[in-house]
Antibody, heavy 122, light 107 residues
Framework: EVHLVESGGGLVQPGRSLRLSCVASGFSFDDYAMHWVRQAPGKGLEWVSGINWNSRNIGYADSVKGRFTISRDNARNSLYLQMNSLRAEDTALYYCAKSEAGTYNYYAMDVWGQGTTVTVSS | DIQMTQSPSTLSASVGDRVTITCRASQSVSTWLAWYQQKPGKAPKVLIY???SLQGGVPSRFSGSGSGTEFSLTISSLQPDDFATYYC?????????FGQGTKLEIK
């Protein structure tokens, strides 16, 4: 069975950093692009970042560009999101999602994890 | 970035009703559009991809149509399990974007 499990969320002060992880199982992780998508409390879905299977194509939402870094370790079946200079508006449930194929554009997100919660507050 | 606008934001309907949710893109996304269903406390689930292709395991009462900038999701006969929030998403670009969501409520 295909599974994505996120971790690393928590309460952090504004301006500090946090690193999220997502471990994949049940599929050939290194064949697929991956995404981070977030959902602020009571709000809709916001795409945060995407990375191709080989890490050669990466994209970010304007709201996180320059502060967040996506990466992956195919040997460890793991996806990461390094979040720096965190702001109150970054408070959200962060989902890891699998693309249908090796690139993150032109394909939908067909498997989602259950998310990890990030709260940015002093 | 491509903006996605869904309507209505909230829809009240009864079991057995046929309902349609629309999604408009600020520029053409061809058929690079998906629909997701999200229930409270759960992760989103893809229903439709490539504007009209039904994801495996999704009931046939769900259907999608459209291309370019105008899209729709139709549920032919609402079931109790269908009351949820629905999102469209374009993936035509390297910056995918979601609509703001449509909450489908029981009338």
């Amino acid at each position: 069975e295909v599974h994505l499990v996120e971790s690393g969320g928590g309460l952090v002060q504004p301006g500090r950093s946090l690193r999220l992880s997502c471990v994949a199982s049940g599929f050939s992780f290194d064949d697929y692009a991956m995404h981070w998508v977030r959902q602020a409390p009571g709000k809709g879905l916001e795409w945060v970042s995407g990375i191709n299977w080989n890490s050669r194509n990466i994209g970010y939402a304007d709201s996180v560009k320059g502060r967040f870094t996506i990466s992956r370790d195919n040997a460890r079946n793991s996806l990461y999101l390094q979040m720096n200079s965190l702001r109150a508006e970054d408070t959200a449930l962060y989902y890891c999602a699998k693309s249908e194929a090796g690139t993150y554009n032109y394909y939908a997100m067909d498997v989602w994890g259950q998310g990890t919660t990030v709260t940015v507050s002093s | 970035d491509i903006q996605m606008t869904q309507s209505p934001s909230t829809l009240s309907a009864s079991v057995g009703d046929r309902v349609t949710i629309t999604c408009r893109a600020s520029q053409s996304v061809s058929t690079w559009l998906a629909w997701y269903q999200q229930k409270p406390g759960k992760a989103p689930k893809v229903l439709i991809y490539r504007a009209s292709s039904l994801q495996g395991g999704v009931p046939s009462r769900f259907s999608g149509s459209g291309s370019g900038t105008e899209f729709s999701l139709t549920i032919s006969s609402l079931q109790p399990d269908d009351f949820a929030t629905y999102y469209c998403q374009q993936y035509n670009s390297y910056s995918p974007t979601f609509g703001q969501g449509t909450k489908l409520e029981i009338k």
